[in-house]
């Protein structure tokens, strides 16, 4: 056996900017060597951050992250970090002789470069493109088709990528064939509602079919859509948990083991070459190992809404913005926004404004103004009646065109505030509002991120009791008033509306959401889980309706595994009736929100 | 030799609509059966539409698909078709007894179905799965590893799927070694600018590789974003032209061939095994062959405006419209965008409307009005000023702000007068605005489509004259005022505002667009085009800068390589500039355009 010390780098990066991430690696490489590690491992593509998308078609992108990674070698080295075994993921291209099946010579892949002594020693391509759900890899890499192994200190270690680990055979059983000493895995795998236990569940059986230790360094922070939840951890070779990292926080995790020493094991696996680059073969001498921390797991509710405040936060401040402006109805939706928005940014850069229009409540504005006293943010009231009754004199509307009127007017206030001011927009909207298409286009849903977009209104009402009390449980004011979350929804764009007079009651549309959006169910396999057979068709007919809504929505933090948005991919003119429905239309389906409408039916 | 008479049913089908799909299907086939035609070969997923995107992966659909397929084999024979072997695309599942490499077992699958006598007797399962570009296959398809040679009349027919031709080796290659006298491939190919001619070369390449005839049907009309143009042919072993259908047209192309008989060659083919159905061996009664005819090709601009007006009016009737609302500003793009709904929809059903401000100039009104007279489509006057100057009083906004508000307040009339009178809004942009962000997000970039959306400003202009001239030579008024083509183009959102103050002209820009988004070229690779470096570097800056407003604009039918649009994903969060760029800026980039602001700069 050997001892090592392995520090896993669970890093925050933003795609694109290879310059800024090259500091931040060598900035935690130097943290790495202050506590003594042998190893520090980065996540998967933490130079260009992830996921580049059409940048790795761009040959001038693809040429910058191979000279940067050569670079940011030569740079530890002269900052005295040479003895340090650094791995990190990077893009780089196939320079194979021939052109790959999959793709043109020189085509992009998605590679990992281990760096030591000013040079960069060896590297490892993923073999497993992920090419569902926010994945596309298929589309921009070429696969490898090599196991490369790497000796440190007399233990083998075999490097693979985010899914190589989550595919079955390939690079992990190489590696066991190998026998590798430890497994080591660089990841970028956004976050999903309790993927944290699932990671662990494989993590833990990769461990035991490897029969070694496995090392799991993971992305954090928020890329447009994607939230990375971090979750690094290391378990031994029966899965049994030595180090996890904290979720959603950039940090440094380092670990002491004893690893079984190099054994020579198979040179090939299933097709699956082993490389084997040898750094040191040379144990370091006995040292006293320290324990590491096992950081507790967020619950259910602390998870989501510390990924969408983290979503929030990073693509604020990613896109070069400090603050953000929003309306404030008093209802639940803004409410929950406001407060995530003033988690995330603060309340002194959160500017909220409330539109009272001649249909608005009284209530409303007061819970309104409640929220904005409770929290601190900035508030003012610009009521809408007199833009909307010069636009009607000049443009006369009624029903729903008057009603989307309304929506639209406050929109363009929000975007004139910001414009002027400097702040972005952020919309309110939910998932289930979403899902059916209850909003206006250009009204209520302008805006550059929409923080809950992927949480379905009955999720809405659960974080906002959860913050509440969270708020109790320190001895704060809770942010949310009470009436937001208890009074009946409603979009007030005329006397006496309520959600409930369009829609089903949220607890019942989103039970045949969670079916039919996420589960992909059909119309049959709803109605014999029980729903009424009218409600179905109905549900069923919105949703579909709403496709062209959905896309041009600002984007949102991904929760759950159907998010709306790059991962989901419906035609927008989609003739497609489930067979059970009556009332088909085979070519002009009837929609409740068609393109260019947007109707609050 | 045997005679043989094909038909190929040149479709425009919907996607999703499976019921509307088999009507035409049969009724198509009816026809063929009219002509005499032995054999009827319908488009790649004719069955379904193409692409189905997500749908592929809600299991109701696919069932529905595959049921549908066999009640069109019953229904043919029903109605006294079930001597005639029609082939035709659907979607399907894989059925093998284990698991798929590319996919879980029951994967679906883009397959062919041949039909005969009321059954299907056989099918075929595209092997080459595109994933680039507007293809997403990979993701949703497991692929196929058979070919299947049909004998009809003696003929050996191998059947193939579009992408199957367009890569080296497979099918094609194991279709000589079958010996098959006949290489029928069925596609959904969509238009881009000269795929006439590249489609030319490549079919005549593969049928002297096939060393037999090849005979290939295309799917015709629009689908969202993408237009297909039909152009199906057919070839002799050499290459030659035997018929040729009309671009962007529904229709039946019927020829005779002579053919060489069943010569049973190989069964296995480079892993691809060879699956022989035979349907009939005996070859018909010697007849007379008629003599089918090579449509003309169309010319680049005729092309390109034929394609523009396939894809707006194929996305407003298939979403179940008949008519269209834009502005009307007397600018190019308004005046070629009315010109091309009118003559998608006919002049009745195009609403344009005029919205002077206190910045417009009088010859924008008259070139307006004058343009309405000349096509004869609905046309109003509503001045924005009233609007323009309450809001102000309300919320007081200046510079850049101001100008967005009075192209947000045009675009809140469209949509209004929209959702009053039941019309699709279509955006008038051009792809060169759109590449720079010059536009106002919710002003004049809504709409439920954009019809220049993938056309050059310098386009624009070509097609304007070309509509025009075209006018001329059948002796109509052209519709598009001279003064709108000549003027200096100018948003007039403040006094004596030019196109040229905030952008090069036109033909520079559109130069630099060229390498940079459809080439892919970096900036150091313009430079040395000879392109003024801090031009490239302005231009680059506002491209990589406008991403969050492309993903918000609304789709428009594909031209290009490269459209903007489902085909084209960049990150929004984007720190890459390239590296000969001054000004680096890691985190926070400047934007001339950033997410949830709409300046014209």
Not at 82 to 105: M, N, Q, W
Not at 356 to 364: F, I, L, V, W
Request: with cysteine; net charge negative.
């Amino acid at each position: 056996m050997a001892q090592i010390r392995l520090a896993l780098a669970q890093l925050n990066v933003t795609v694109g900017d290879i310059a800024g991430n090259a500091e931040a690696i060598q900035r935690w490489a130097q943290h790495a060597a202050d506590r003594g590690a042998h190893v520090v491992a980065f996540p998967e593509m933490a130079l260009t951050g992830y996921p580049v998308e059409d940048l790795a078609l761009r040959s001038s992108f693809v040429e910058a992250s191979r000279a940067a990674i050569e670079e940011l070698a030569a740079k530890l080295a002269a900052a005295g970090l040479g003895h340090l075994v650094v791995i990190c993921g990077y893009l780089d291209r196939d320079e194979s002789t021939f052109a790959h099946g999959a793709g043109p010579k020189g085509s992009p892949q998605n590679a990992a470069a281990v760096l030591h002594r000013g040079q960069v020693v060896a590297r490892a391509v993923k073999h497993h493109l992920p090419n569902y759900g926010v994945f596309d890899e298929f589309r921009y890499f070429v696969p490898g088709d090599t196991l490369q192994i790497l000796t440190v200190h007399g233990v083998d270690i075999a490097l693979v990528i985010c899914e190589d680990l989550w595919q079955e055979g390939g690079p992990v059983r190489a590696a066991r064939a190998a026998g590798a000493g430890l497994l080591l895995t660089i990841n970028a795998s956004p976050y999903e509602r309790a993927k944290d236990d699932e990671r662990l569940n494989l993590v833990t059986r990769r461990a035991r079919e490897a029969m070694c230790p496995l090392a799991y360094v993971n992305t954090v922070g928020g890329q447009d859509e994607l939230v990375f939840d971090g979750d690094s951890l290391v378990v031994d070779e029966v899965g049994k948990v030595l180090t996890r990292a904290p979720q959603f926080t950039e940090g440094l995790l380092t670990v002491d083991l004893d690893l079984a020493t190099t054994t020579h094991g198979a040179d090939e696996y299933a097709g699956i070459r082993v490389e084997r680059t040898v750094v040191s073969d040379t144990p370091v001498p006995a040292y006293t190992a320290t324990r590491s921390g096992v950081a507790p797991r967020l619950e259910e509710e602390a998870e989501i809404y510390t990924a969408v405040v983290t979503g929030l936060r990073d693509y604020v401040h990613k896109n070069g913005y400090h603050s953000v402006a929003l309306g404030l109805s008093g209802g639940i939706d803004s409410a929950l926004a406001a407060t995530i928005a003033c988690d995330a940014l603060g309340p002194e850069n959160v500017y909220a404004i409330s539109n009272p229009s001649k249909y608005s409540t009284d209530h409303s504005k007061d819970d309104a103004a409640d929220l904005a006293e409770r929290t601190g943010l900035n508030y003012r009231v610009i009521p809408i009646e007199p833009i909307v009754s010069t636009f009607l004199d000049n443009v006369p509307l009624t029903g729903v065109a008057e009603e989307n009127l309304q929506a639209r007017i406050r929109g363009m206030i929000w975007m004139g505030i910001a414009n002027q001011e400097g702040h972005l927009v952020i919309a309110t909207g939910n998932k289930s509002e979403l899902a059916v298409g209850y909003s206006t286009m250009y009204g209520d849903a302008v805006g550059a991120f929409a923080p809950l977009k992927d949480l379905p209104k009955t999720k809405v009402w659960a974080l906002a009791r959860w913050r509440n009390q969270a708020a109790l449980d320190l001895g704060e004011t809770p942010p949310i008033p009470e009436n937001s979350i208890t009074k009946e929804p409603s979009a007030e764009l005329r006397p006496g509306q309520l959600d409930i007079d369009s829609l089903p009651p949220y607890d019942l549309l989103d039970q045949m959401l969670e079916d039919y959006v996420e589960e992909d169910a059909g119309a049959g396999d709803l109605i014999a889980a029980g729903f009424d057979p009218d409600l179905v068709e109905r549900v069923i007919r919105m949703v579909d309706a709403a496709e062209f809504k959905r896309r041009q929505y600002p984007p949102g933090p991904k929760i759950s595994f159907k998010a709306f948005g790059r991962d989901r991919r419906l035609p927008i003119t989609n003739g497609w009736r489930e067979a059970t429905m009556q009332g088909h239309h085979p070519v002009a389906p009837p929609r409740t929100a068609p393109p260019g409408e947007g109707p609050r039916t």
